[in-house]
């Protein structure tokens, strides 16, 4: 497709559980964020990846948090033994390399139960 | 202080108002600054980049005052569809992550 692709789109699992979050940049794109946004609160960055470089963690809210991109350009989000304030819209993001526009995807919508 | 920082509003105006954001970040060191756009339940698109010397794009108008690290968007002639949350974006430099604000919120009423 030609936007960025996020998978799923929604995703419900029990407290403890881990999850894998998937995101598909745009073709060409070598610059690749994930952020989460709580119910009405702001884009909260967690980890972004440019090219070959070593990706910026920094954003990682703890160790249960931890990003793959291969090949330079599929992305897994995982959390492991989720808890009820990982719920959020989990937005993956993708832009050329540089000080250019970052197109969003639709975001994967987690609900920990 | 966090890094973006921006008044949340909400900012409620008639249609044909004039209304203006203002954006502060606290690291000197930024290079490039945007503001995108998010609508309820929707992903942020870029709505324009801000430039040193100022920019405009229609209705719309950026500034931006490296020296007090201060950013502004001024929205001329408000209309029902610029009802959205407007984030206020900073990269530090090349190479690394797009830093959000919270976002101000505006509602355009008839």
């Known amino acids: 497709g030609a936007g960025v692709s996020q998978s799923p789109s929604n995703k419900v699992t029990e407290k403890g559980k881990d999850v894998e979050l998937r995101c598909d940049p745009i073709?060409?794109?070598?610059?690749l964020y994930w952020y989460r946004q709580s119910l009405g609160q702001g884009l909260e960055f967690l980890i972004y990846?440019?090219?070959?470089?070593?990706?910026?963690k920094s954003g990682l809210p703890s160790d249960r948090f931890s990003a793959e991109r291969t090949g330079g350009s599929v992305s897994t989000l995982t959390i492991q033994r989720t808890q009820q304030e990982d719920s959020a819209v989990y937005l993956c993001?993708?832009?050329?390399?540089?000080?250019?526009?970052?197109?969003f995807g639709q975001g994967t919508r987690l609900t920990v139960v | 202080r966090k890094e973006v920082e921006q008044d949340p509003g909400p900012f409620n105006v008639p249609e044909g108002a004039t209304v203006a954001f203002n954006c502060t970040y606290s690291?000197?060191?930024?290079?490039?600054f945007f503001w995108y756009r998010q609508d309820c339940r929707k992903e942020p698109k870029l709505l324009m980049s801000?430039?040193?010397s100022g920019n405009e794009d229609g209705r719309f108008t950026a500034q931006l005052n490296r020296a007090s690290q201060y950013i502004s968007l001024l929205i001329r002639d408000s209309k029902l569809s610029d009802s959205a949350t407007y984030l206020c974006?900073?990269?530090?430099?090349?190479?690394?992550?797009?830093?959000f604000g919270k976002g101000t919120t505006l509602s355009v009423s008839s």
């Open positions: 993001a993708s832009s050329f390399a540089g000080n250019t526009e970052a197109f």
């Open positions: 073709s060409g794109h070598t610059a």
């Open positions: 990846f440019q090219g070959n470089s070593a990706p910026d």
């Open positions: 690291n000197s060191a930024s290079q490039s």
């Open positions: 801000v430039y040193s």
């Open positions: 974006v900073v990269k530090r430099q090349a190479g690394t992550a797009l830093i």
